[in-house]
């Protein structure tokens, strides 16, 4: 049996940066990923300018196939087209950038094993095991940091409830350069109106676009026919391959700690309710889990109120974010054609938001200044007939 000080669960970005962070700080880390490396991931792939702003190294110009400065948003027979001086996103390849993360927790000093599925977690005699296919791990602390479906968080006998799990369908189009630079430019696409609480998008990458369609888990039977629709719509081939994926959207009901064990990044829940966005909050997970171990090793201690600091660095910043985005989707789709419409047919606003994206401004700053101007931007709207 081999000892180390943390076992992390899963090489996305919240666990190649939490092992990078760890392993940077001096802890003997293991990084496992059941996956090979580089591996598939069903993602949009845009990395906004806020959860890029998390990392403390710049990507590769390799790894960034286009800078995007603004969108193009639809709803129902409204379009608005809005553009920021400097990007708001960098479009990546997801398998490529997550093996880059992986790199980086190695060059840190991580131990990297990929195609190693964790096949259990117990916490007895005072540290954690964990049971791979090729062997039994010994840690003082465990970082479950494996997704949607975490078998870390599976272990705590934890499930997602059903409105905080979001569904989504995926599919990349292939397309020259050229014909991307013509039709889309360094602008993503956001449709309103094609599914309860969410949106179809397009992401233009460097020779193909991502594409998908994603929403309430009681739309998910719907979402196949509807991404086509939304293909067609645009001109694009609807006869490419669909994947699907879940999302998790947590309304902080149960917690993220337990002992000697911390959940980040979609195994916490840690994803927007009204952009989808994981990556930036996975990073931060990563890094509020891994200053918590650093923490607990500085002082001996694995109590349960060492590990508690991680839920509340978590629920000071990304808690407050998001539960703020809870509450604000849930209003701004039950009201879509008064409230979203409303503010998409406002361009301060989708600038204003677009702020957010960047991380110049946070969603719920976004939110108050909304609400001070939205009986303004209601009544120009219902003047104008709008």
Same mark, same amino acid.
Request: aromatic share 8%.
């Given at each position: 049996?081999?000892?180390?000080?943390?076992v992390?669960?899963?090489?996305?970005?919240a666990?190649?940066?939490?092992?990078?962070?760890?392993a940077?700080?001096?802890?003997?880390?293991?990084?496992?990923e059941k996956?090979?490396?580089?591996? *598939?991931?069903p993602?949009?792939?845009?990395?906004?300018i806020?959860?890029?702003?998390?990392l403390?190294?710049?990507?590769?110009?390799?790894?960034?196939e286009r800078?995007?400065t !603004?969108?193009?948003? $639809?709803?129902?027979?409204?379009?608005?087209?809005v553009?920021?001086p400097?990007?708001v996103?960098?479009?990546? =390849?997801?398998s %490529?950038?997550d093996?880059?993360?992986?790199q980086?927790?190695?060059?840190?000093?991580?131990?990297l094993?990929? %195609?190693?599925?964790?096949?259990?977690?117990?916490?007895?005699?005072?540290?954690?095991?964990?049971?791979?296919?090729?062997? =039994?791990?010994?840690?003082?602390?465990?970082? @479950?940091?494996?997704?949607?479906?975490?078998?870390?968080?599976?272990?705590?006998?934890?499930r997602?409830d059903?409105?905080? =799990?979001?569904?989504?369908?995926?599919?990349?189009?292939?397309?020259?350069p050229?014909?991307?630079?013509?039709?889309?430019?360094d /602008?993503?696409?956001i449709h309103?109106g094609?599914v309860?609480? !969410? $949106?179809?998008w397009?992401?233009?990458?460097?020779?193909?676009?991502? =594409?998908?369609? @994603? @929403?309430?888990? *009681?739309? *998910?039977r719907?979402?196949?026919?509807?991404?086509?629709?939304? /293909?067609e719509?645009?001109g694009?081939?609807?006869?490419?391959?669909?994947? !699907?994926?879940?999302?998790?959207?947590s309304r902080?009901?149960?917690d993220?700690?337990?002992?000697?064990?911390?959940?980040?990044?979609d195994?916490?829940?840690l994803?927007?309710?009204?952009?989808?966005?994981?990556?930036r909050f996975?990073i931060?997970?990563?890094?509020h889990?891994?200053?918590t171990?650093?923490?607990?090793?500085a002082?001996g201690?694995?109590?349960?109120?060492?590990?508690?600091q991680?839920?509340?660095?978590c629920?000071?910043?990304i808690?407050?974010?998001?539960?703020?985005?809870?509450?604000?989707?849930?209003? /701004?789709?039950r009201?879509?054609n008064?409230?979203?419409?409303?503010?998409?047919?406002?361009?301060?606003?989708?600038?204003?938001?677009?702020?957010?994206v960047?991380g110049?401004?946070?969603?719920s700053e976004?939110? @108050?200044?909304?609400?001070?101007?939205?009986?303004?931007?209601?009544l120009?709207?219902?003047?104008?007939?709008?």
């Open positions: 049996m081999r000892i180390f000080d943390v992390v669960v899963g090489a996305g970005p666990g190649s940066t939490a092992a990078r962070h760890c940077l700080g001096g802890l003997k880390t293991l990084l496992l996956e090979p490396i580089p591996r *598939s991931k993602c949009a792939g845009g990395v906004t806020a959860a890029a702003r998390e403390d190294f710049e990507l590769p110009e390799s790894l960034i800078r995007c !603004g969108m193009r948003v $639809y709803l129902r027979k409204i379009e608005r087209e553009r920021m400097s990007p996103a960098l479009m990546v =390849t997801r %490529r950038f093996a880059y993360l992986a980086k927790a190695e060059e840190a000093g991580a131990e094993q990929d %195609r190693t599925p964790c096949l259990g977690v117990s916490v007895e005699n005072g540290g954690v095991s964990v049971l791979t296919d090729r062997e =039994t791990c010994r840690a003082s602390i465990v970082i @479950g940091s494996d997704g949607f479906f975490s078998g870390v968080r599976k272990s705590l006998q934890l997602f059903r409105d905080e =799990t979001r569904f989504c369908v995926l599919s990349d189009i292939p397309l020259s050229g014909e991307i630079d013509r039709r889309f430019g /602008l993503v696409v309103y094609y309860s609480m !969410g $949106y179809a397009i992401f233009p990458k460097g020779d193909y676009l991502s =594409t998908g369609i @994603g @929403g309430a888990l *009681s739309k *998910s719907d979402l196949p026919d509807r991404l086509r629709s939304f /293909l719509l645009h694009l081939n609807s006869g490419v391959p669909i994947r !699907g994926c879940f999302l998790p959207v902080w009901r149960h993220i700690v337990h002992d000697r064990i911390l959940l980040a990044g195994a916490a829940g994803v927007d309710s009204f952009s989808g966005e994981g990556i996975a931060a997970s990563g890094k889990a891994a200053h171990a650093l923490e607990a090793h002082q201690d694995f109590s349960v109120k060492i590990m508690q991680y839920q509340e660095l629920q000071r910043g808690g407050r974010e998001l539960q703020c985005s809870n509450r604000a989707t849930d209003i /701004l789709f009201h879509a008064l409230i979203l419409g409303t503010a998409v047919r406002n361009e301060e606003a989708l600038k204003r938001y677009l702020m957010t960047r110049d401004s946070s969603f976004f939110v @108050g200044w909304l609400k001070k101007r939205m009986p303004r931007y209601l120009r709207r219902f003047l104008l007939f709008q």
